[in-house]
């Protein structure tokens, strides 16, 4: 069992920049590849990033590749979501997951998720 907790919810302005963290506890979380997803309103689930247990390699969306860095410090158990050069559309709960499946893009690939936080980027 590993639980998930995020932080760093925030309104910012276009253009600006945002840290999520995802803090990690339980069964050895850093043996589990890790990712963020994010839903904005009335649409599904989205996969935003993802990173090995090693940390590695990582992997990103097309819609945030270039802006977002993925990290992870196994040491704190944390992963972290560097975002950049925000946009409106990037607006969303953001979700951390955890998978044993090495790294996935695929949300029913994560079995344990955070309870979400929410990024709002105004125009």
């Known amino acids: 069992q590993v639980q998930l907790l995020e932080s760093g919810t925030g309104l910012v302005q276009a253009g600006d920049s945002l840290r999520l963290s995802c803090g990690a506890s339980g069964r050895t979380p850093s043996t589990y590849g890790m990712g963020w997803f994010r839903q904005a309103p009335g649409k599904e689930r989205e996969f935003v990033a993802a990173?090995?247990?090693?940390?590695?390699?990582?992997s990103y969306a097309d819609s945030v590749k270039g802006r977002f860095t993925i990290s992870r410090d196994n040491a704190k158990s944390t992963v972290y979501l560097q975002m950049n050069n925000l946009k409106p559309e990037d607006t969303a709960v953001y979700y951390c997951a955890a998978t044993r499946l090495g790294m996935a893009t695929i949300a029913g690939a994560y079995t344990y998720w955070g309870q979400g936080t929410q990024v709002t980027v105004s125009s």
């Open positions: 990173v090995s247990a090693s940390g590695r390699t990582t």
